[in-house]
């Protein structure tokens, strides 16, 4: 059962998710540029920088709601929590590692709250560019930049070409072939979990995503598009589900309107 109050508890989370962002960033502006970084199984790099917001984020959680499990992405023992538990927090505590190293900035922290499966509410904050973003289904959405709150919205499509959300690192044969469909595009470039956001706050349309992705990679920036009134469905136009066996994502497509609006033809 969802017994979180979320309005009660939004700014002491936002806290924590500040000082994981400091913490990030006192890796990331060290005059040397040094920064200790391991590689996990999979070959993807784990800075200290992940661990020290790991650390934060995960004490924090369990002294503010010490019912609810925490599940991270660098928790070693958390796949039992995650696959087992109705109602859990879901962190990635640093995603964009690599743009992290590449100083670009855009790199971010990401918490969601996901219930039954969903993720209801999230907080995605960018700690390099100073901006936050944060809600979920049915609390609308907000983006916190230069200490001014402001609602967000998704924007209807305009006459014109759809703006889509694609890395270039991510741009394999069938992200192509999917944008492509969708007929004349102009392109918007961001990183990590911003790339949802760009959509939450309406400066794109639509984030195809047809290549690996893991479920604490998207679930806070999820909930914050979905406040904003957008979507984020499976090819098979399914929402997004959490807990699964696999952590792995379905190939998906955030936008802001519903997926078959996309196709115009």
């Known amino acids: 059962m969802h017994t979180v109050d979320i309005a009660a508890l939004e700014p002491a989370l936002l806290e924590l998710v500040d000082a994981a962002g400091q913490a990030i960033m006192a890796v990331y502006t060290r005059a040397d ?3 200790q970084v391991s590689h996990k199984a999979d070959a993807s790099p784990l800075t200290e920088a992940d661990l020290a917001a790991h650390q934060i984020l995960a004490t924090g959680l369990a002294r503010l709601t010490p019912a609810i499990p925490v599940v991270s992405e660098e928790g070693a023992d958390d796949e039992a929590l995650r696959t087992g538990s109705p109602v859990f927090w879901l962190i990635d505590p640093l995603d964009g590692t690599k743009e ?9 922290v990401n918490l969601a709250l996901v219930v039954q499966g969903r993720p209801v509410w999230g907080i995605v904050q960018a700690p390099a560019l100073g901006l936050s973003y944060g809600g979920g289904r049915g609390l609308g959405a907000w983006r916190l930049a ?31 072939a999917f944008i492509a469909a969708l007929g004349e595009v102009s392109l918007v470039q961001a990183g990590s979990s911003l790339k949802l956001c760009r959509v939450a706050e309406g400066s794109a349309d639509v984030y195809p995503r047809l290549g690996p992705t893991c479920e604490w990679d998207t679930a806070a ?19 997004l589900s959490y807990g699964k066996p696999d952590v792995l994502n379905p190939h998906f497509v955030a936008s802001a309107v519903p ?6 033809g």
């Open 33 to 35: 540029g040094a920064v």
């Open 100 to 108: 992290f190293l590449a100083r670009n900035g855009e790199m971010t």
């Open 146 to 176: 230069g200490g001014q709150r402001s609602a967000i919205a998704v924007q209807p499509l305009a006459a014109g070409p759809l703006r889509v959300v694609a890395s270039k690192s991510h741009l394999n044969d069938a992200t192509r």
């Open 221 to 239: 920036a999820q909930a914050v598009l979905e406040g904003a009134g957008g979507v984020v469905v499976d090819l098979q136009d399914q929402p």
């Open 259 to 264: 997926l078959r609006q996309l196709l115009r």
